[in-house]
């Protein structure tokens, strides 16, 4: 499974964005491997251009399989921020609960240079486009 990244799905999104990442997106959702989760959602519904677009973004990634932001993820989330501080590695709060929810769950696909900092202190699969 792979959790795609608010990084990626506006790489995907965009008129002229990257050939190499629409493909790998539309490779994963065709062979029906994507899930995501309610952070990611979010981030992608604050960009919406308008009403119908709000809309149509909501359906399409709601219809994915949700992996949950419950108690579990968010502890572990903040054992990594305060693991990563502790080692000068400053990543944002909302790529840790996006890592934390993707836990031996999915790998993340982004382009986000987060993950990548994630993934050197603690177990954790990511694909960078």
């Known amino acids: 499974m792979f959790l795609i990244d608010s990084s990626a799905w506006i790489e995907y999104l965009r008129p002229n964005g990257s050939q190499r990442v629409k493909e790998r997106i539309r490779n994963i ?58 080692k000068g590695k400053n990543v944002s709060t909302t790529d840790l609960l996006i890592a934390s929810a993707a836990y031996k769950q999915a790998s993340i696909v982004h382009l986000d240079t987060d993950f990548h900092l994630i993934a050197a202190v603690v177990e954790l699969e990511e694909e960078k486009l």
Do not use: S, Y
Not at 40 to 52: M, P, W
Not at 59 to 75: F, H, K, M, R, S
């Open 29 to 86: 959702l065709q062979q029906e491997k994507a899930v995501c989760c309610g952070i990611v959602v979010v981030e992608i519904l604050r960009g919406a251009k308008t009403e119908k677009d709000f809309q149509m973004l909501r359906n399409a990634l709601t219809a994915l399989p949700q992996i949950p932001i419950d108690a579990t993820v968010i502890e572990r989330a903040a054992k990594w921020g305060f693991l990563l501080d502790r």
